[in-house]
């Protein structure tokens, strides 16, 4: 039976109330050409269980897995090696059953996890205070940014170019909305960040500035000198770690003067999983708690003294703050949050920072290697595990071709920034644990062989 809880009166009533004619008027921003105005042609009308379930592994016979061989994807969403113990323990009926609880109290077990999380986040950030999570790292910047905009009373956001593309383009598209200013670019192939530029830029309506740190590129930079250009001009700085192991072998944000500090939490706990679910985290500095955004779980005692854990701020719309809530997000990122917590406490400081080191020092022998192969340059002068490599030709063809070799080399620039023919040539190459001698002496054999 369908759910049908409206009325034609209804919705007569509502779309009078919004100004609007008809449905249809809620869909203007939707191209017309993207729009279905009938059944989809090569779609059959009717088909049975047994061969829909045929016909959908033929399809998910296309696919390559990440584990069928040499891997060098990055770019914002990492392979990394999952213990087999996460998975189990994040399936328990405690934590299911207890996902997104809306007693909270009654749930001390999913509680007591968030703020374990909140406090891991916090430390590896080098931040005072985390939240619960957000969505994912892209909708985690865009709320830092609007945060921003919330404490300083301005509205022009000033990004780096080594931000995330894909970031950019999650800003751009509420600021639309917003009324916030965005100030961007593409980056250019070349060693150097813009962030000394950025700091010359900053003025009284600065709101923040946005870096990625590591960057698209792969590039690390120090981000003090610019920390200090926003704290004499009243405006933010705003972090994002799209690769948090990195986290366990660089300075943290934090401790360089970032305001808030904002990542994807993918790499730990998580699977790549065609994109997503993923986990977004969010830091910022004590005195700020109150307009971070998402809710925050506090540890208290209870009547006979016992510890327990409270959501001690939640402001979203969906409890009382309503439309003076700091953020529309109406849940966190609940059991990717729990994964996230699991594999950090399972590999503890030391092991965090070991597993970093063993991905840095995988990148270098594959930085060296295909440094070997003729015509192909490494941009980078320092990195974490992630660096670009500047090819004789368009990087977006010779994937596919490098593909068709077996070999998963990288994410291209022209992928990236389709509109950008000087970045044509780069190819963005990750490099963690998970990536053997073998696959790197794979890639740069098949690369010089593509390339002579």
């Known amino acids: ?24 008027d809620l869909f203007v921003d939707v191209p017309a050409e993207a729009r279905l105005n009938g059944p989809i042609a090569d779609l059959p009308a009717h088909a049975s269980e047994l061969a829909v379930e045929r016909h959908m592994a033929a399809l998910a016979r296309q696919n390559r897995a990440a584990g069928d061989g040499p891997f060098f994807l990055g770019a914002g969403a990492y392979r990394h090696h999952v213990p087999a113990s996460v998975d189990h323990l994040i399936q328990r009926g405690e934590f299911l059953t207890a996902y997104t609880p809306y007693q909270p109290e009654i749930a001390q077990g999913t509680l007591q996890m968030l703020f374990e999380f909140q406090t891991q986040v916090a430390r590896l950030f080098g931040m005072d205070v985390a939240n619960a999570s957000m969505y994912d790292g892209s909708t985690a910047c865009w709320e830092a940014v609007v945060m921003a905009r919330r404490i300083t009373k301005r509205n022009k956001a000033l990004f780096s170019n080594g931000v995330h593309p894909h970031y950019r383009s999650v800003a751009r598209t509420m600021a639309h909305y917003t009324g916030d200013v965005v100030v961007d670019s593409d980056p250019e192939l070349n060693a150097a960040s813009d962030w000394a530029e950025l700091a010359a830029s900053v003025d009284k309506d600065t709101s923040c ?11 690390i930079d120090d981000m003090t000198a610019l920390s200090a250009a926003c704290a004499q001009n009243g405006a933010l700085l705003i972090a994002v770690v799209t690769e948090p192991v990195a986290l366990g072998l660089i300075k943290s944000p934090g401790e360089m003067g970032a305001d808030i500090v904002v990542g994807e939490g993918q790499s730990l706990g998580v699977g790549l999983q065609f994109g997503g679910p993923y986990v977004g985290l969010f830091a910022c500095r004590q005195k700020y708690v109150r307009q971070m955004p998402g809710r925050l779980c506090g540890e208290t005692v209870d009547a006979n003294g016992k510890r327990g854990f ?25 059991l990717c949050a729990l994964a996230f917590s699991i594999h950090m406490t399972l590999l503890g400081e030391a092991g965090l920072r070991q597993l970093a080191a063993i991905n840095h020092g995988r990148a270098k022998k594959a930085a060296a290697a295909l440094a070997a192969v003729p015509n192909v340059t490494v941009l980078n002068s320092g990195y974490f595990n992630e660096f670009t490599i500047i090819l004789p030709t368009d990087a977006r ?18 992928r990236l920034y389709p509109d950008n023919d000087a970045l044509a040539n780069g190819l963005v190459v990750a490099v963690t644990e998970t990536v053997t001698e073998d696959d790197i002496a794979a890639f740069a054999k098949a690369l010089t062989e593509e390339l002579a």
Do not use: F, W
């Open 397 to 414: 063809s010779l994937v596919h071709r490098m593909a068709e070799r077996g070999v998963l080399a990288g994410v291209s620039m022209g």
């Open 310 to 334: 409270v959501l001690t701020l939640s402001t979203r719309e969906q409890h009382i703050r309503r439309e003076k809530a700091t953020s529309n997000i109406c849940t966190n990122a609940g």
């Open 209 to 219: 500035v946005v870096v990625q740190y590591p960057d698209i590129l792969g590039r």
């Open 1 to 24: 039976m369908r759910y049908l809880p409206l009325t034609p009166d209804d919705r007569t009533k509502m779309l009078a109330k919004i100004g609007a004619a008809s449905i249809d």
